[in-house]
């Protein structure tokens, strides 16, 4: 089939399987669909023998179209779908005008129309049914860019040995008959409604068949990702096929249970709400065991169901299980959870994602590892109403099984596992009702939360009593870490019911808290009452402990309620680091009003270290507080580059006592709460001072070492080395408000820096006490000029400083070269025969760059140019040429004019004929004689070398010199300019000729044109001189012997116009008052005999000479031009 026909045909896919999709029914009927791949008329439609058939059995599809516009039909087949390639071949053995093609990767069948059929046709298909399931054949018409899609009939594929009865037994709720009384009470009408309930829902089944399993990802398309009790809808049911041994559909006890007992189950998919029975005689809880069940991986994909598992737990003894439950609401009554690895699955793995846990504590087990993702919320009630049945149950700690009496839930944690994973992104929510822990951490485990997750522990409604049971939100029982990634959120709230409780965090000896980048651990106790201990303080840390904030974190803690016996609000029993990163918080503030314990207590040998931190806040809020801020028998605060304040003691204002300012090196020691010998430095001496004497923790209400901006610093324009920019003087930036900038750079001098340094004392950096340039305004903007008369130069670094409050920041930029070469344009002068093309270089000169970086100049032929370089060397003439100068940095000149001057040759020797007489060069030397030679022939010579033009008349030389000889006779004189001085092949000659005699006797010149204008025509005869002469009589006399010579004229050819008038006796020659009629005859007009060899020159008075005779005639006419010619002869004999 040909392109250009594909194109115009709309393409029609078939898709088999099971198949969910909104569509557009444009035509329904049972067991066929019809659908128009576009407008024409044709019709499409698809039909199956069979509306239910079994497992491995086959199934015809009818495909008719005769629609001439449809070129291709597909039918992807699904898992489970086989195609008879063989049957479908006999079936359309008598089709002619499709052929149909199976393609096995894609698992796509094609029906494809033959190049001269008209249209598909009828196409049968047969495809054999592998699994149990529905399955759905919808067409989806693809015309002209645009899907049309069509309701299609349904397959159902059943196996041969299942009955529907079968569905409605497993259906039907079951109950165990060890009830409690309180059960039996109700049990009768439990069955009767969950009776009714379920009985419904097997009629619905009765119309659906068990859908295949999907997968995690499709399942998850369904899920509930925010689990809340008052969304619970009733799920449609979704179950895995039958013969899928690793997966068991459950949606009661008995299946719950069947599931757990069968070791090769791998997935318990749950299908729909239920109720797990009580089988109590005595206490609150019981479990289901199960053991040997060693490396049992098993998810519970709750798919957004509910279970309500009583009091209930399923206990592993197996070690190395890994449990995920997932997309679950559970309620339960025992405080082990609905599972749990307590009594010996050790080196286990549990994992909740998406699941909502109401009731008693959601997991304990002390032996296994803990992963929480996504959404995972743990109410712990006192009591619940179940969901399942209506009926309100009593969280117990014992009883007798119906909740009616009993202690309401306590000593319950959260989770009590041994390690714990956070996964990234995820939003955990628990409560505690009891005063115990939300995470109980066994020895040597951590708790692990990755990036940009959220925690909320809201214990602010934890009831109120003081037993044994009570402990920390986070307690540790041995060493172990806390780590809150980055950009993660914990908040912890202890109300007030742990007032004898209410520690947040707990940890052993040499443990740790970190907050990562930007992580934040905000902690705030309601009430506090009691001393200081490990489950007493709000923060409490045994020995070699740490506390790292890192870059950009915070802690924020904030104690309340407290009385005159409250415990510090942080303790750390010794030999403890704390450290808070740059721009970090760690924020303690608390209303107690002990004498005793300090804010913040470190055992011996602890060490507090920040630098550049954000803020450090330690406040008391009860202005009559009499503590200490921090309270150390023996260590050391660190800090470096802050601001410090202090508020004495009363002052609960935002106004400190004092301020110090920039503070940095501080080493401040502690004995208990007395400060030590503080040694610090500062930019200003007084106020160093000050702060030695002055700063006491012990009597400090308030003190705060707040973050010193920094002191960044950018220069914002950027300048440049061209003269017509002001960015070649002028530098403006930006810092903080009021800082100090230095300018340096090669364009800046001592004179340039005139700000007083606010630095001044002994062992100051030099770069600090100098001077400075110029001072930030309030908004921290600042501007320099050098002068407009000075300029930046090109690839120069002009660096700024800044300073402020101890710090200082530097940044430089480089001047950008924004100026163009310039230079000068070079007239070029070349020959046609010249084979050597000129550099672009070679049209420039005197070029030069701003930029002493620039290594080269780059030369190119501009636009403005009329024609390209090669054609014009190969035009005779002047060519005007414009070249562009473009530097390393792209700068480009305007085009700069110059010329290309092309000459025929490459050069000409320009020389006359010598006459020369025997006696003036007899007496010569050889080389005066080549000098006469040379000179008498009025050389002239040029010649083009290197692109330049050449005079090269001192360069001309006679080759043929030896051959003249001084004496009388004639000669060839062969004159030339040298290849090696020209540089072109051949030599430049030029042969003239020279001849030696005795002397000559010559006319050398002649009037040329001699007029006579304006004449009127006289009445009478007239004599007119003339108006002008071109020329005049010049004789030579060069002979040896003189004799005198005479100057003849006649008329050649008389006065004539252009009509052919004639006059004849026109032209007279006056001399001496007679005039001459000339005619045909010579006439004697001048005799002369020279004295020397000078030429005589013969000049007349305006009436001498050669004159006109005018006189009226009938060849005489007015407005007439008329013209005639004298000839004149030089002789020294008679005529």
Known sequence: ???????????????????????????????????????????????????NIKVNENVVLKITNKNKEDSRIELALSDGQVFNDEETNK???????????????????????????????????????????????????????????????????????????????????????????????????????????????????????????????????????????????????????????????????????????????????????FYTMDHINSGAVTFKNYYNQVNRELTIKGNGHTIDAGSESISLYG????????????????????????????????????????????????????ILSGNIENNEVGSYTSPINGYTYNVVNSSNGDGTDGIAVRGQANWEVADVTVKEGSKIKANGYSTVSNFAIQNGGNVQIEKDVSILFDNSASENHTDTDAS????????????????????????????????????ANNSKISIKKNAVLDIEIQKDEVGYGRNESPIYMEGNSQFFVDDGGSFHLNVKGTNAGSAPAIVNMGAGTFKVGKNGTFTVISDMTSPNYGLIYMGNGSTF??????????????????????????GEWKVDVQRVYQWNKGNITQSPDYKWTPIFGMAIPYVNTTVGNIRAQSVNEDMLRDFKQHFNSAKAQRIVFDHIPDCNVKITNQPSDNPKDENSYI????????????????????????????????????????????????EGNFKYTISPTRHFVAGDKIVAFAFNEGKYSEYS????????????????????????????????????????????????????????????????????????????????????????????????????????????IQSMSREEFRQFLLDESHVKAWYVADFKYHDGEKDVQIRNFDQIKQEKGSYIVELFLSKDLTKQR?????????????????????????????????????????????????????????????????????????????????FVYSKDGQDIVLSDQNSLVYHHKSEDDQNVHINWKDSEGIRLKVKPGPNVKVNETYQGELEWTLTDAPM
């Open 319 to 370: 070690i190395n299980c890994k449990i995920r439950v997932e997309n679950l609401n559970i309620y339960h009554r025992n405080w082990y959870g609905f599972i749990t690895t307590a009594f010996g699955a050790n080196n286990s793995e549990i994992t909740f994602h998406n699941v909502k846990d109401t009731g008693a504590q959601m997991l304990h087990s002390f032996n296994s590892k803990l």
């Open 813 to 920: 930029v480089e001047v950008l070269d924004t100026t163009p070469p310039v230079g000068t344009g070079e007239k070029i002068e070349t020959a046609l025969n010249d084979t050597t093309v000129p550099a672009l270089s070679n049209f420039i000169k005197e070029e030069s760059d701003t930029n002493p970086n620039n290594k080269k100049i780059n030369y190119l032929w501009s636009d403005k140019n009329t024609s390209d370089l090669q054609t014009m060397l190969k035009q005779e003439g002047t060519h005007e040429v414009y070249i562009v100068l473009e530097d390393d940095n792209g700068n480009t000149s305007q085009p700069i004019k110059s010329e290309l001057v092309v000459h025929a040759t490459a050069g000409e020797i320009h020389a006359t004929d010598i006459k020369a007489r025997i006696n003036d």
């Open 472 to 507: 920390p939100s986070i307690f540790f029982y041995g060493a172990g870490s806390l780590t809150l990634g980055e950009n993660s959120h914990m908040n912890i709230i202890n109300g007030p019911g742990r007032a004898y409780r209410p520690s947040a965090i707990s940890m």
């Open 91 to 273: 079936l359309n053995e008598k089709n002619k005008t499709a052929q149909v093609i199976y393609l096995p990767e894609q698992r796509i069948i094609q029906i494809s129309k033959k190049e001269k059929s008209d249209d598909i046709g009828d196409v049968s298909l047969v495809i054999q049914m592998k699994k149990v399931g529905e399955y759905t054949f919808a067409p989806i018409v693809k015309s002209k860019g645009q899907d049309k899609k069509v309701k299609a009939t349904v397959l159902r594929v059943e196996e041969q040995e299942k009955q529907l009865s079968d569905f409605k037994e497993k259906r039907i709720f079951t109950q165990q008959q060890n009830e409690s009384p309180e059960d039996n009470r109700s049990t009768k009408e439990m069955k009767n409604k969950v009776k009714q309930k379920e009985v419904e829902k097997a009629e619905q089944i009765e119309s659906k068949a068990k859908a295949p399993e999907k997968s995690e990802e499709q399942t998850n398309v369904t899920k509930q990702e925010n689990l809340q009790l008052d969304e619970n809808k009733k799920h449609e049911t979704k179950q895995a096929p039958e013969n899928a041994d690793y997966i068991a559909n459950v949606y009661d006890e008995k299946t719950w249970h069947a599931a757990w007992d069968n070791p090769k189950i791998q997935v318990i998919n749950i299908t729909q709400d």
């Open 986 to 1066: 051949e030599d430049i000659v030029k042969k003239i000729n020279l001849t030696i005699d005795e002397g000559n006797l010559e006319l050398i010149a002649a009037p040329e044109k001699i007029s006579f204008e304006n004449i009127t025509i006289p009445s009478r005869e007239k004599i007119v001189n003339r108006s002008s002469m071109q020329g005049e009589i010049v004789v030579s006399d060069q002979r040896q012997h003189k004799n005198e010579w005479k100057i003849y004229v006649k008329q050649v050819k008389p006065l004539t116009s252009l009509e052919n008038d004639v006059i004849s006796d026109g």
């Open 731 to 778: 530098v403006v930036g930006k810092t903080i408000p009021n800082a100090y900038v230095r300018l340096s750079g090669s364009s800046f001098t001592e004179k340039d820096h005139t700000i007083k340094s606010p630095v001044q004392g002994e062992d100051i950096p030099k770069e600090i006490s100098d001077n400075f340039t110029v001072k930030a305004d309030s």
């Open 609 to 634: 270290q920040f630098s550049d931190a954000k803020k450090i806040d330690l406040q008391l809020t009860n202005p009559n507080s009499p503590s200490a801020l921090i309270q150390m028998p023996s």
């Open 1 to 51: 089939m040909k392109m250009q026909i594909i194109k115009k045909f709309g393409i029609l896919f078939l898709v088999g399987g099971i198949f969910f999709t909104q569509t557009s029914v444009l035509d329904y009927i049972p067991n066929k669909v019809y659908a128009a791949t576009n407008e024409k008329q044709g019709t499409f439609s698809v039909g199956i023998d069979k509306k």
